[in-house]
Structure formats: structure tokens, C-alpha cells
T-cell receptor, first 114, second 113 residues
Framework: AQSVAQPEDQVNVAEGNPLTVKCTYS??????LFWYVQYPNRGLQFLLK??????LVKGSYGFEAEFNKSQTSFHLKKPSALVSDSALYFC????????????FGKGTRLSVIA | NAGVTQTPKFQVLKTGQSMTLQCAQD?????MYWYRQDPGMGLRLIYY???????DKGEVPNGYNVSRLNKREFSLRLESAAPSQTSVYFC????????????FGEGSWLTVV
């Protein structure tokens, strides 16, 4: 079975400081990994994904994430947070083997304080 | 390019009533999905359709039925609504499964009283 853990329900960071939103995963094989962002009363928007290749993935709005196979992690990072980054962030995973759909974590609410 | 369109956006139902949530995508995607979002639960997959003509149960299918009407449209039906089905419902689509990006609609807020 595949699963995703986002250990922090809430992350608070000051504007201009670096931010990290944590994600760990569990799959039987190798993963496809995704990050999505959700603004209030909106659908989820795709930020970035890891498919293969370079472990550091760059995505929209200056976000990046690093795939770490030994730690089974895919933490989302941004060097300098903006107030407009405040939103709900979801990590998702899919096992490359088999035909199972994407599984989402419970989400982490990011608050960037001016 | 509208992407994934869901209707209705808001609906209030009485317990026992039925309704259908409609979803259409204009990206020529093969796979479509229905998720529900509840506070503290993240997104949970209700049903998905890997390709036209196929549907499969997800994590929380009880109380729901789906129809993949054609390649563009994937509807979700509540036959006898229950208060536990109060949630925000999201339709989504992707070109295929695997590593393809899933694109979401804007959501349908359903309240069952």
C-alpha cells in the first residue's frame, strides 16, 4: 500500500525567511511525487513533481522540492517566503508499479506573517 | 481553455435526497477522478476512471455511484444523501495515470441536512 505523511498541520514563517513543508512517503516500489497548493475556496493547483532524474525539482512560484530516496522524503522549500504563499499544501505519491491512483497527504497549512 | 468544470458549485440536500455532480474536462484526458475533502482528512479518492468505459472504486466509495458518460464527462451520484456526505467534492483529470499531472476543478460544496 502507498501512503503519504505530512507531519505538521501548520507551519508559520516570517515573510522573507526560508520555508520548508515536510513530506514523507511509503510505497512498495519507486515513487512519483507531487506537490499541490490550495488557496481558500479554490481547487488544488499543481506546483511541481518528481518523475525521474535530478533529485532537486523546481516548480511554480519559486518553490522547489528535493527527492531523498534514503529518507523517503520530498520536502517542499522556498528560499524567501511571501505573504501570498499562505495556503494549504498537499503532498501526493503514486507507486510506479501497478495501477494505483495518486494518494494525498492530509495537508499542511502555511501561514506567512508580514 | 476551461480545464475541469464542475457543477453545481453549491448544493444543500435533505437526508435521503439524491443528486448528481457533473464534471467535464476539455483537455482530452483519458483518466478522471472524484475526490472528497474533509477537514483534517486531506483528499480521499471516491472513484476513478482510468479510461473511457472503465470505473474503479477508490478509498471511500460507499454511498456513491459514478458514470463515465464519454471521454469528457464523469458524473458522481449520491443515491440517498446522508449527513456524513457533507463535504467538498473535487473532480480531476489527467492524461494517463502514472506520472502525469492531475488537474482539478474548483470544487462543489455539498451540505446534507
Amino acid at each position: 500500500a502507498q501512503s503519504v505523511a505530512q507531519p505538521e498541520d501548520q507551519v508559520n514563517v516570517a515573510e522573507g525567511n526560508p520555508l520548508t513543508v515536510k513530506c514523507t512517503y511509503s510505497v512498495s516500489g519507486n515513487p512519483y511525487l507531487f506537490w499541490y497548493v490550495q488557496y481558500p475556496n479554490r481547487g488544488l493547483q499543481f506546483l511541481l513533481k518528481y518523475i525521474t532524474g535530478d533529485n532537486l525539482v523546481k516548480g511554480s512560484y519559486g518553490f522547489e522540492a528535493e527527492f531523498n530516496k534514503s529518507q523517503t522524503s520530498f520536502h517542499l522549500k522556498k528560499p524567501s517566503a511571501l505573504v501570498s504563499d499562505s495556503a494549504l499544501y498537499f503532498c501526493a505519491v503514486r507507486d510506479r508499479s501497478g495501477n494505483t491512483p495518486l494518494v494525498f497527504g492530509k495537508g499542511t497549512r502555511l501561514s506567512v506573517i508580514a | 481553455n476551461a480545464g475541469v468544470t464542475q457543477t453545481p458549485k453549491f448544493q444543500v440536500l435533505k437526508t435521503g435526497q439524491s443528486m448528481t455532480l457533473q464534471c467535464a474536462q476539455d483537455m482530452n484526458h483519458n483518466s478522471m477522478y472524484w475526490y472528497r475533502q474533509d477537514p483534517g482528512m486531506g483528499l480521499r479518492l471516491i472513484y476513478y476512471s482510468a479510461s473511457e468505459g472503465t470505473t474503479d472504486k477508490g478509498e471511500v466509495p460507499n454511498g456513491y455511484n459514478v458514470s463515465r458518460l464519454n471521454k469528457r464527462e464523469f458524473s458522481l451520484r449520491l443515491e440517498s444523501a446522508a449527513p456524513s456526505q457533507t463535504s467538498v467534492y473535487f473532480c480531476a483529470s489527467s492524461e494517463e495515470a502514472g506520472g502525469y499531472t492531475i488537474y482539478f476543478g474548483e470544487g462543489s460544496w455539498l451540505t446534507v441536512v
